[in-house]
Nanobody, 119 residues
Framework: QVQLVESGGGLVNPGDSLRLACEATGGAFENYAMGWYRQAPGKDRELVAS???????YYADSVRGRFTISRDNAKNTVYLQMNNLKPRVTAIYYCAGTPRNTCKPRDYWGRGTQVNVSS
């Protein structure tokens, strides 16, 4: 069973950038579709971006052009580069994975990393 651990969150100013990382252990990472979700206070968890096993990306409309998802199979890690951050993206960001191709991976979850964007 794969385990996912996120890192890279923090408190930043509007306009700053952050790169989140999610390291996977215990599974054949190269066969997993991976994704990033976020959950803001009082709101449902939503998909931000995902990437297939063959590295095809999918983005929510709200982040397309500002966020980039990528993966490094040699490091069993998926990344989310977030640029030009705005306060509205403040949330807990979760990594998720599924051992098949899907644009909404959700079988396995990390515990999340907090992202706060505030001046």
């Amino acid at each position: 069973q794969v385990q996912l651990v996120e890192s890279g969150g923090g408190l930043v100013n509007p306009g700053d950038s952050l790169r989140l990382a999610c390291e996977a252990t215990g599974g054949a990472f190269e066969n997993y579709a991976m994704g990033w979700y976020r959950q803001a206070p009082g709101k449902d968890r939503e998909l931000v971006a995902s990437i297939s096993a063959s590295s095809s990306p999918y983005y929510a409309d709200s982040v397309r052009g500002r966020f980039t998802i990528s993966r490094d199979n040699a490091k069993n890690t998926v990344y989310l580069q977030m640029n030009n951050l705005k306060p509205r993206v403040t949330a807990i960001y979760y990594c998720a994975g599924t051992p098949r191709n899907t644009c909404k991976p959700r079988d396995y979850w990390g515990r999340g990393t907090q992202v706060n964007v505030s001046s």
